[in-house]
């Protein structure tokens, strides 16, 4: 068993984030609607991977930032205003979607 679960480690480790986030909205479409199948358990592991891809590079990436000097502190320079709107690359970052799982109308049994 152990040796099967580091071979999927090492497999993931090989995938990249972004080539897999795209991935992410298909598969919580499929897990967000419950069907007592293999196919949705399936489902729910894929996206399960996807997400624990993306947690162990945000984990990576906080104790590689800690592990560097820090950086020297230099005051940014202030563009000119020339347009009303947000400047290229000022786009809000996207955020990643908190998933509510309920039960289905009727069933009581969860």
């Known amino acids: 068993m152990e040796k099967a679960l580091e071979k999927l480690a090492k497999q993931l480790c090989d995938y ?3 080539s897999l986030m795209a991935l992410w ?6 897990v967000e609607d419950f069907q007592p199948t293999r196919s949705w358990e399936e489902a ?3 996206l399960g991977m996807i997400q624990t891809v993306r947690w162990k590079n945000q984990l990576f990436n906080h104790y590689w930032s800690q592990s560097q000097p820090p950086a020297p502190e ?3 320079e202030k563009p000119e205003k020339t347009s009303t709107g947000p400047a290229p690359g000022d786009e809000p970052k996207q955020r990643g979607k908190v998933l509510t799982f309920r039960t289905r109308k009727g069933d009581e049994s969860v």
Do not use: F, G, S
């Open 74 to 76: 230099v005051a940014p």
């Open 16 to 18: 990249d984030e972004a």
């Open 25 to 30: 909205e298909k598969y919580q479409a499929i």
């Open 44 to 46: 729910v592991l894929i």
